[in-house]
């Protein structure tokens, strides 16, 4: 029963958040050749190889609210766009709500990853609804809430959120974009997947799968 | 994808190793990626730096240089630069006098923009203005969403607020200034073919040989709507007509840049140019000064795009002031 | 096929129309066809005139004005004008002092230009003197052919020997420096894609994806001959190593073009400098001064030529003074 | 039997080789497309069609000379390219052969062609095999002269020509240019037909079918 958050596996949420973007970079960037501009994986790849060189350095930090902004100044400072900042201000939050604390118990993680999100949808001025990154994220949020308050630890709440997050991005295909380079296109948004929705769901899974 | 190019990874970067060959009035920042001016502007003057991700050459590099913008931070492909740069390049450029940033509305210029602001601030004390151009008429306009697009008007910007800051504007002034331009200018575009994105491989959008996309932006994004292919007059309508019912331009001289989206050959810009000033005349409207040409492109899509400004004398005079980039060049 | 364009058989008159009306500096004689500057020069000095298809813009109609050309004549799309326009432009633009006939290489360009000098002779005594450019490498030179195509030089040589028109140097000089700067040009280009002539409606010719044609022309004309599509780096290759091949430009400085055939974006044309020049330094190539961009096109065809022209000091020094045309400007 | 080229005929060669041109206008554009810059059928299509205008005006000139030296005019200023000088002299040097006769016997035609496909040579710089119009046009003069020595009346004599000219025409497929745009492609010139040689047969056919 994985009921905290380790360094290690910290390193293992990077880890399979960069291999999970590069395995669907090119669906990623298909998702946003349809209602944006054809990057997204791109950028979240180039960033994602950045993170990585800066956790496998030497001088790494080693704890997690060092790491995790460490994480998200690399992000900020290599991928541009939307993403760039989006999931940089993402790692920079959750960074300071992690403390100095090594290894995270599940209220500290759900702590950690709500201030992630909501500083990442003040960044972007993004609601629930505007088919963003957001429509993924918050619910996996209180998905995590819900599994922590009832009691189950991490790796269940985790699976939790993961589930809520694919829901979350499910969702997005029938909504009319109302940020971001998709709400350009009004009405002809709706019908496709947001490609930050998609890759925020991978950013979960990653989470559940080096926990669980 | 038929492109001049080696590794799709490597474009901006060696891209700009040729602009800083082809400019000894240049100075290319390779780390930072960022295009200066050769020989920075005299103390005491506001400095102007803007930045967007490549693909729209010769916006911004090409717009760099005496009379117009002190340095342009390239991001890579349609993807922003970074908070780092802008910074960097706010820091080396500012002459004590502020410094104003330029940025086209897309979400991830203006956050970026905005950290940058963020970390002069923190960082320098550098005093920091920002105007968010957004033309785009093609594009609702909300405050419920991103709002319009940044395109045409911003080349037109650079080029007007860069003449005051030369000619020693302060602060206050030249962000007022550039507020006022950006919000007397509209913009629409067309697309008759997508671009292709390097890293993509191949086109962002399908589009069928008969028909066109309508009011698209600069980044492939499809427009908002389809239509048949028609002649050259009619495309011009599609231009004008939504441009003059967002914005009244009869009440003075006005500014017109016709531009190409990269893949459009001059002799069509020229046409197309042809029958956009007729439509223009019949409804009353004085092109005072115009532009023709690939200034806001679109890699290599084919298609066009109307800018209209509405302008003034002051205005005609700093259009009309010395300039000296590669892209625009008068007067020096 | 898709253009901004109307009827096939207009495209030329109605982009004269946009020329006309984006170019106040600029006049143009619709009947006949011809670009003149809207101030003729001064007495005495000598007049120069090209003139050619259509499809090649900014050639030749972007080099009129102050410091180049004074007037051209533009015939439909890939063909030659007429000699009676060229006959009219002459007698038009002779200001006492003679007139040069600039003529690319192609057999019905040098006709027409024949033919018009001819006429010019019989009729008003106007001095002609006539300059062929021939200097695309791609075409063997022979005696028993037409020999070989005037491509970018072309442009090299209209500014070059328009500035010294312009500081009054006398028909002889002019003619001498013409052919001096004809003699020391070499380009040679390359195309990803066809162009499509607008009265033919589709691709001139068919190329696979992964196909470049190698030595073409400005024309559509396929090249000398096929190869695969490769990393710019090795396509610089192509273009630099025929041209170094054929002549010595390491004995002084070189101006380098860089030109691309309309429908390839700056960003690439950068990257592909960026490669050339690494190429030239190598084999000990100085240049002096270059253009990057589009100056020499062929309608919408993808691809890029590179023009070396071996200059001196008065060279550098006649291509440094003011000019102020459509498509060149400085010091003006 | 026809033995001379009365002035009817005269312009009905002409409106004959303008209505074959617009037949055959994509066909001559193709060949040329293929070796050439795409533009012979559109070309000769301007050039006949303002020809064919001077010749329906009240003031057409009434004298074969005269109308001939007309159509030379009128092609030299609108054709432009290569064909537009080259058919141009053509017809301006068998308007100089013509000399004032109204109607022409076979002799005079004989005399009128050879000097226009003289002029067009030496204009064109093109001897025979250099893969031009020359290669069709040269070959007809000498079929017609051959049929004129052998007493053959005018339209035998025209249609002997017209059929050396399509087999002139059908030479240049293997010929390799020497001259004209084709000449760019060296080798790969071969293989294709001659669009000038293509329109100079045309021009000849027409001119058997307004006699015969
Ligand atoms: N204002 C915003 N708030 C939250 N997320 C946003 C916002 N704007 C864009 N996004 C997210 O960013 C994604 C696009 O990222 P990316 O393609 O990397 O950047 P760009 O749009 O600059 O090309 C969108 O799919 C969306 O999920
Ligand atoms: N030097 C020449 N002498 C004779 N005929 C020539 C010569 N050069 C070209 N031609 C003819 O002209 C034809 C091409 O005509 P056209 O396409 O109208 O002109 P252009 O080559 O200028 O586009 C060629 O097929 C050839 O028969
Ligand atoms: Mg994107
Ligand atoms: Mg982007
Ligand atoms: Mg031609
Ligand atoms: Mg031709």
Redesign the pocket.
């Given at each position: 029963m994985a009921d905290s958050l380790t360094h290690e596996q910290l390193v293992a949420w990077l880890a399979a958040f960069r291999d999970s973007v590069h395995e669907h970079r090119d669906h990623?960037t298909e998702?946003?050749a349809a209602?944006?501009?054809?990057?997204?994986g791109?950028?979240?790849t180039r960033g994602m190889d950045a993170v990585m060189a800066v956790v496998a350095a030497d001088d790494a930090p080693d704890t997690a609210a060092g790491l995790l902004k460490a994480v998200g100044m690399k992000l900020v400072s290599t991928?541009?766009?939307?993403?760039?900042p989006?999931y940089g201000t993402f790692f920079l939050r959750a960074a300071g709500a992690a403390g100095d604390a090594s290894t995270l118990d599940a209220g500290a993680v759900l702590g950690m990853l709500r201030a992630g999100v909501e500083g990442?949808?003040a960044?972007?001025?993004?609601e629930l609804g505007?088919?963003?990154?957001?429509?993924?994220l918050a619910p996996a949020v209180e998905a995590l809430a819900d599994a922590v308050a009832n009691g189950a630890d991490l790796a269940t709440g985790l699976r939790a959120a993961a589930e809520a997050a694919a829901t979350g991005r499910e969702a997005?295909t029938g909504l009319e974009?109302r940020?971001?380079?998709?709400?350009y296109l009004g009405e002809r948004s709706k019908g496709h997947t947001?490609?930050?929705?998609?890759?925020?769901t991978m950013l979960v899974e990653a989470l559940a799968d080096a926990v669980g | 994808m038929k492109k001049l190019i080696n590794d799709p990874a490597d474009v901006l970067a060696e891209s700009l190793r040729g602009v800083a060959a082809a400019h000894p009035g240049l100075r290319v920042d390779h780390a930072n990626r960022i295009v200066y001016r050769a020989q920075a502007k005299a103390d005491g003057k506001v400095a102007l730096i803007s930045g967007g991700?490549a693909g729209h050459e010769p916006l911004h590099g090409g717009f760099v240089g005496p009379g117009m913008l002190d340095a342009a931070c390239a991001g890579e492909v349609?993807?922003?630069p970074t908070p780092d740069q802008m910074a960097e390049a706010t820091t080396t450029v500012d002459r004590g006098a502020g410094v104003l940033h330029i940025v086209k509305n897309?979400?991830?210029?203006v956050?970026n923009f905005e950290m940058a602001g963020e970390l002069a601030a923190a960082d320098g004390g550098v005093e920091v203005r920002t105007v968010v151009t957004r033309d785009d008429v093609a594009v609702e306009d909300s405050t419920y969403t991103?709002g319009r697009r940044g395109v045409g008007v911003t080349v037109l910007l650079e080029k007007i607020v860069g003449a005051a800051a030369e000619e020693g504007q302060d602060l206050d002034a030249v962000a007022s200034l550039a507020q006022r331009v950006s919000d007397g200018g509209r913009s629409m575009g067309i697309a008759l073919t997508s671009c292709t994105v390097p890293s993509a491989g191949r086109p962002t959008f399908d589009l069928p040989d008969d028909e066109i996309e309508v009011g698209v932006g600069i980044?492939g994004e499809p427009g908002r709507h389809r239509e048949p292919l028609t002649g050259a007059s009619q495309i011009a309508r599609q231009l004008v007509d939504p441009v003059l019912a967002d914005h009244d331009f009869t009440a003075g001289p006005t500014i017109a840049l016709l531009n190409g989206m990269g893949g459009t050959p001059l002799i069509e810009l020229y046409l197309m140019y042809g029958e956009v000033t007729s439509l223009l005349e019949s409804a009353g409207v004085e092109v005072a000064r115009c532009l023709v040409g690939n200034y806001i492109t679109s890699l290599d899509m084919a298609g066009a795009s109307l800018t209209l400004l509405a302008a003034d004398e002051e205005v005609l005079r700093l259009w009309d002031a010395p300039v000296s980039t590669p892209g625009l060049r008068w007067g020096a």
């Open positions: 990623l998702l946003d209602i944006g501009d054809a990057d997204h791109t950028n979240l991928v541009g766009g939307a993403s760039g989006l990442l949808a960044r972007g001025k993004a505007d088919k963003t990154m957001v429509d993924a997005t974009a940020k971001g380079r998709a709400s947001d490609p930050g929705a998609a890759s925020a | 991700g349609f993807t922003s897309y979400t991830g210029d956050m991103a980044h």
